[in-house]
């Protein structure tokens, strides 16, 4: 015996050795028949057989039926007959005849020309094919949600910005099918002058380096027409952090947009409509004071007439000095009255209270009438408060005239100005943020309202006005007003006694 032969040996036993420690796969292996002439603890694991029970079988009993009478088994050998290896997956049948998904592999073994036989490893494959079948229903799924999705246009793009795959959503928003798109490079969804500006690219490096970018903005159709889009892009990595493409979803926002756009422009309309009731309101105690006015001009110049008729020029002075004065009153209460009612766009800024109360003084009290004394009590040191001033105004001026209509008989109004801290508590109650507020406070002496009118003041066309007296909207604007630029409005009121409404503005953040 050569040594070689003996290391032959030594290496056979270890093989043998390593077969039968394997219990993951069935190793075996069949005479040129198919009859199973050995057997290991794997064969005996998957397939229940005790080695005794089965060697010495055809291996075609552990096909199924079906495919023993297709002829399989013996196609099997054929294969590796032929090819010297075969390798597949199909169900057998375990020794108590249940099924398992086995994957195989036959190879031939030849000595010299002669086959003497077949090594034959099977793995139960089951659980496995089971998870990626799992896995591929689960993708489907997905697959299936995605396409299904017509509110959204989800899409992917490679690493350079070429469509990979397009949903239903995106072929709905943008025009596009997919075969017509897929392919396409992404910026052609971009605006020409965003194309120029080179906007696309660097939405996708920002998508690349930050993971995400998002935006809102117009896109295009394939049409060509124009649509508001917010987009979302995602960089889709492997689990290596490899970039393999980003996903991109896209909404069009156009209705939504026109809807705020709208809805501003009848906010905006509003408050026109209401401003020119307060003018409305404004003109009847203007009237009577601009006949004063007038009275006092023509009564001067009536004078200086009578003067210079009896050749008095010497003492003219004090009647041109009265006539300019009251001409320069009226003058200043028109400049007032245009600029109120002119179309203002609402723009909020950092405003003076006491400043812009002040400067109204004078229209409040010609529209309340000499019946009401007026006070303001303005607090040193206020701070700017941030809203859009106009619509202060306007505020300001609603609740004097509400304040006018609680008291025909007369009475008092204070205007008062302050600097108040809302904290927690009082945020949670108002819903609103704590913080520095100034509270701008309307009071008069006058009716009072019971409660279940204040609890209905704010709304929309509540009045307890006779027709063509109260619109109802006073209240509500104020509120919308307050809500609007982060504030609140409150009212405080008595029956009999008097009501206070509180308008807090967010204090202007300073700078
Ligand atoms: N200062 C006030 N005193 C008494 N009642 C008031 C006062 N302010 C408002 N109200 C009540 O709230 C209602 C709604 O006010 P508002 O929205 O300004 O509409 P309008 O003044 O056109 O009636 C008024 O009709 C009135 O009943
Ligand atoms: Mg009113």
Redesign the pocket.
Known sequence: MTRRDGTRRLDASAYEQLVQSVVDYAIYILDPEGNVSSWNPGAQRIKGYAADEIIGQNFSRFYTAEDREAGLPQQVLKRALEEGRFAGEGWRVRRDGTRFWAMIVVDAIREGDRVVGFAKVTRDMTEHREASLAALETERRFRLLVQGVTDYAIFMLDPDGLVTNWNTGAQRIKGYAADEIVGQHFSRFYTPEDREAGTPLKALETAKRTGRFTAEGWRQRKDGSRFWASVVIDAVRDENGELIGLAKVTRDLTERREAELELERSRAALFQSQKMEAVGQLTGGLAHDFNNLLTGITGSLDLMAARLAQGRINELERYITAAQGAASRAATLTHRLLAFSRQQTLEPKAVDANRLVSNMEELIRRTVGPNIAIETVLAAGLWPCFCDPNQLENAIL??S???R??MPEGGRMTIETANTWIDQVGAIERDVPTGQYIAIC?T?N????PPE?VA???DPF????PVG??????????YGFARQSGGHVR?Y?EVGR??T?KDLSAAARRR
């Not at 006058?446 to 309202?449: E, R, Y």
């Open positions: 609603n609740l005239i509400n304040a209509d609680a309307v008069d006058g009716a009072g309202m009118v209905r003041a704010f509540y009045t307890t006005k007296k109260g619109t109802g909207l006073g209240l509500s604007m104020i009212i009121s008097g009501t409404v």
